[in-house]
């Protein structure tokens, strides 16, 4: 029996626990910087498998298995959820009010699990060719993320390779969408607080119109910088949140404005922080207003490296087959897996969750369904991509 047909097997026998232990985690979903439970769990099965690991500072752990010598390939996973309402009815939805894993990363940690094992019993057979770290990563959903934490922490000391899976609903099961170059896009938050001299909408000339103001800000700053980017850069500034008064007859003294600001390219995300406040600055000048603003850099694009996508190709086909290789778009999403690319080549392919003529779900939104054998199908993919 060859080695990927001995892994495809370990993982066939384990995937009724691998379900089972995605309906846990499903049931108890933790935010970023909180996933204590769902550290304990992965521990648990570390112990189970007698793999050692070591448990990062707040929430997390690293594991390694396999030769002393030689190279060493790791494989990421994220633990947190979002505070999404999850609307399902299913017997393991949340059981945490207002928290759900409605990105998926529940199946992200069974995957790893499910490779775990197959790895392991490929260690006691003398037939792991490689050591491999994986990695179960706090505080994905949030920026600055946890892999800059873990990288701080030596993640990624003497690793050669990384991979990663995310779950995408709108590719079927046993599919995986794979892409050279960048997959995901740069991701900003701005806040901007507008401060000025409130007043009576009656006399507005005695005030410095602050909601005015605001409306100016949110029109122009998005006009604005699709004419100082590069169009090629795909950037896309877009606000989600704004505040200003309490009253139709009072021009108030303070207002905000929260939004994201994504884009392609990472030569244009670099410069991205100084041409935005330079712009602001220069948009609200004519009003006399003041502005705060809170710039805060989040990622940079996922670009993923040549080889390691076609060892992820390889142990797609190897997996389920050559048609389980569908090509993706980059999409302006963003995923703080960028981070450990830029410092080691590595590549992030996109879990195909979708039962086949069933309906098309998103992700982020408390209706989520996942086609649960997406999980086996991840861990296979995973554990193959590790010893290729």
Not at 2 to 28: F, G, K, M, N
Not at 206 to 216: Q, R
Not at 262 to 269: C, E, G, Q, T
Request: some cysteine; overall charge negative; aromatic content about 4%.
């Amino acid at each position: 029996m060859s080695l990927s047909e001995s892994i495809a097997r370990s993982i066939d026998v384990v995937t009724p626990d691998l379900i089972e232990l995605r309906r846990d985690l499903h049931a108890y979903p933790e935010l970023s910087w909180r996933e204590e439970r769902t550290t304990d769990v992965v521990a648990m099965w570390m112990d189970k498998l007698g793999i050692p690991y070591e448990r990062f500072d707040g929430t997390g752990l690293q594991a390694e298995i396999g030769p002393d010598e030689g190279p060493i390939v790791a494989l990421r996973a994220d633990l947190d959820a979002l505070p999404v309402v999850d609307s399902s009815q299913d017997p393991w939805r949340s059981t945490v009010p207002g928290v759900s894993h409605s990105c998926g990363h529940d199946v992200h940690v069974s995957a790893l699990l499910g490779a775990a094992v197959a790895l392991a019993n490929a260690h006691a057979e003398h037939r792991l060719p490689v050591r491999v770290r994986l990695i179960f990563q706090p505080a994905e959903e949030v920026m600055p993320g946890g892999a800059l934490k873990l990288l701080e922490a030596g993640a990624l000391k003497g690793v050669s390779r990384i991979f990663a899976l995310h779950c995408d609903p709108t590719l079927d099961v046993g599919q995986v969408g794979l892409r050279e170059g960048p997959i995901t896009g740069a991701s900003d938050h701005i806040h901007v607080t507008l401060s000025g001299r409130g007043g009576h909408t009656s006399r507005p000339h005695l005030t410095e119109d602050l909601t005015f103001a605001l409306g100016n800000l949110l029109t122009q700053l998005p006009a604005v910088l699709s004419r100082r980017f590069d169009p090629r850069a795909g950037a896309s500034m877009v606000w989600g949140q704004i505040h200003s008064g309490n009253a139709a007859n009072v021009i108030p003294s303070t207002g905000e404005l929260s939004g994201t600001l994504r884009m392609l390219d990472a030569a244009a995300w670099h410069q991205a922080e100084h041409l935005v406040r330079g712009l602001i600055s220069d948009i609200i000048e004519p009003f006399g207003v003041s502005a705060d603003v809170t710039y805060t850099r989040g990622v940079p694009p996922v670009v993923n490296d040549f080889g390691a996508t076609e060892i992820l190709r390889r142990a797609v086909s190897q997996a389920v087959g050559p048609g389980g290789v569908a090509t993706t778009a980059q999409s302006l999403g963003g995923e703080d897996f960028a981070w450990y690319v830029e410092a080691v080549p590595g590549s992030m392919g996109r879990l195909g969750t979708r039962t086949p003529d069933g309906p098309t779900y998103d992700l982020h939104q408390g209706n989520l369904r996942i086609d649960e054998r997406a999980i086996a199908v991840g861990a296979k993919v995973l554990a193959m991509a590790a010893v290729s």
